[in-house]
């Protein structure tokens, strides 16, 4: 069975000793300079001012961790528990729910550029292919980029691909993976 490309961004799922994952999240302030839409599932990274934007490059880098809910300042503090909004749009500020763990492990899904990526490959490291959130329904698009597959230091760290009836390896699979290069991870300051 082929699998389906439904990009989610990053979703967590459990923590790396085997506790499931249990909703904890830090929130992060978003400044009106952040250029790009954020949308729930992208990998997010720390800026030098000390607010956060989602990851849009290109050849890793520390990440901070994955965005699971999105507001301006008054929605979030009005209502903490509202999960459900869509997206941050771009030049925007406000504040961002962050899976912020480096013990996290969440459920991505590979691109579809170059070879797929084989059992063999668990244990070894990826980046993060950045791209924009859907505005409609506010998920993020962010891949494994398959074509960075190595044996030294990259940002996610695969651990395995999802067990699930309706996902192979192949195009467009699911794996669970770890962040490598973690901002509470790193040994030099931001």
């Not at 934007?53 to 809910?69: E, K, W």
Request: charged share 20%.
């Amino acid at each position: 069975m082929a699998n389906t490309d439904r990009p989610r961004g990053a979703v967590p799922v459990r923590y790396i000793g085997g506790a499931p994952y249990n909703g904890a999240a830090t929130p992060y302030s978003v400044d009106s300079s952040n250029g790009t839409a954020i949308g729930v599932g992208d990998f997010m990274i720390r800026e030098a001012d000390g607010n956060v934007a989602p990851y849009t490059g290109s050849g890793g880098g520390d990440l901070l961790g994955v965005c699971i809910s999105v507001g301006t300042n008054a929605q979030i503090y009005a209502d903490p528990d509202n999960l459900g909004r869509r997206y941050l749009p771009a030049s925007t500020a406000g504040t961002v729910l962050i899976a912020d763990s480096p013990d996290i492990v969440f459920e991505v899904q590979e691109d579809d550029g170059g070879t797929a990526l084989v059992a063999a490959d668990a244990g070894t490291n990826c980046d993060v292919l950045a791209t924009a959130p859907s505005t409609s329904t506010g998920q993020s698009a962010h891949e494994i980029d398959r074509s960075t597959v190595v044996t030294t230091t990259a940002q996610l760290r695969l651990l395995r691909l999802v067990p699930r009836e309706d996902n192979a390896h192949g195009d467009w699979a699911k794996w669970e993976v770890l962040i490598n290069e973690h901002v509470y991870k790193a040994t030099a300051g931001v």
